[in-house]
């Protein structure tokens, strides 16, 4: 303000001046004006005021909802389930001595590729539309680079266009183990080999019938045996069982 309070309660009287009839001075109304040009600005600072102060709460009580639901479900993420699957298929992550193979860092170092060592070991991703088995479409069986076990026939395989291979369905539906994935703020469901628990994708609900399920897989978690897929997946019966190990293709 100006020091002119009296502008607050200003009447007409008071803008003829004290003696009725007399005319308001040149300075009288710069005084005015300068007085009215100021409480207008007052009032205009303070509503802006309070518009910063809404922002600043707002973006305040986000960032507290946003760091306690991260809390949450890194501490509660079993009980987040994914809506379009059942709650059986999403089994809770097993620990690397819980696999049926194993194998040591240092072998797979050896055997794998530093892209395929960092996907299936690491859990990483490969660029899209870089992977070797992207586009192929030979017939046969993708097996799990690690173990050699199969997952996918060549008959379930389809293209997506999301640069990653795609799959509708397993050879079998005990050879993957799903969990939850909460990664990057976001709910996916991870799939791992169940032998040996090679990172291999996520499960996605956006698949084609009868399944209506997308395998986003990893070209770089999966090996191809060329040949028919029945054959090939009778083949390595013992071989998914685990009872015995044989060095896997890579």
Known sequence: MCGCPVILHFNSAWLRGSVPGSVLGPFDVLNYGECYI????????????????????????RRGFVLVLHRALEQGSSSVRHPALPAALLGARRTKKSWPVSFSQE????????????????RGTESAFTGELTDHKDEGTYTCVVCGAPLFSSKS??????????FFDLLNKESIALSDDFSYGMHRVETTC????????????????????????????LAFQPGDASSSSSSNTSFVGGATVGKPEV
């Open 38 to 61: 100021n409480t207008t600005f007052a009032r205009q600072l303070g509503v802006f005021r309070f518009f910063l102060c809404c922002c600043f709460m707002a973006a305040f009580l």
């Open 107 to 122: 072998e797979l170092k050896k055997r794998l590729t530093p892209q395929q060592y960092h996907v299936t070991q690491e």
């Open 157 to 166: 395989k389809f293209d997506s266009g999301s640069g990653w291979p795609s």
């Open 194 to 221: 169940s032998q040996c628990g090679a990172h291999l994708g996520h499960l996605f609900d956006d698949g084609p019938r009868p399944t209506g399920q997308r395998y986003c897989i990893n070209s770089a978690s």
